[in-house]
């Protein structure tokens, strides 16, 4: 019943930037933590930044300092600031959603990052 769509992906030189969002539809009320994972090829799922209701943040060491995470409400989005892109940052990157102590994921959209 919850649809998580992320877009923004897409090719992009070292050093540039982008901006991804993800959109929450269906039967919702209230959303816990939104966060953004990431997962390149041959490599584990990690956590790239997280965000609650009220605002308060995370992210993972490898991002810090270059990403931002913020969201709003009232839109069921969240969005990821990336900056810096470097290489190492090209993976699919997945929107989540916690609602209800239930995780929900969205489709997944590329990010290549080129040298």
């Known amino acids: 019943q919850v649809q998580l769509v992320e877009s923004g992906g897409g090719l992009v030189q070292a050093g540039g930037s982008l901006r991804l969002s993800c959109a929450a539809s269906?039967?919702?009320?209230?959303?816990?933590?939104m966060g953004w994972y990431r997962q390149a090829p041959g490599k584990q799922r990690e956590l790239v930044a997280a965000i609650t209701s009220g605002g308060s943040t995370n992210y993972g060491d490898s991002v810090k300092g270059r990403f931002a995470i913020s969201r709003d409400n009232a839109k069921n989005t969240v969005y990821l600031q990336m900056n810096s892109l470097k290489p190492e940052d090209t993976a699919v990157y997945y929107c989540?959603?916690?609602?209800?102590?239930?995780?929900?994921w969205g489709q997944g959209t590329q990010v290549t990052v080129s040298s």
């Open positions: 269906g039967s919702i009320f209230a959303i816990n933590t």
């Open positions: 989540n959603a916690e609602i209800k102590v239930r995780m929900y």
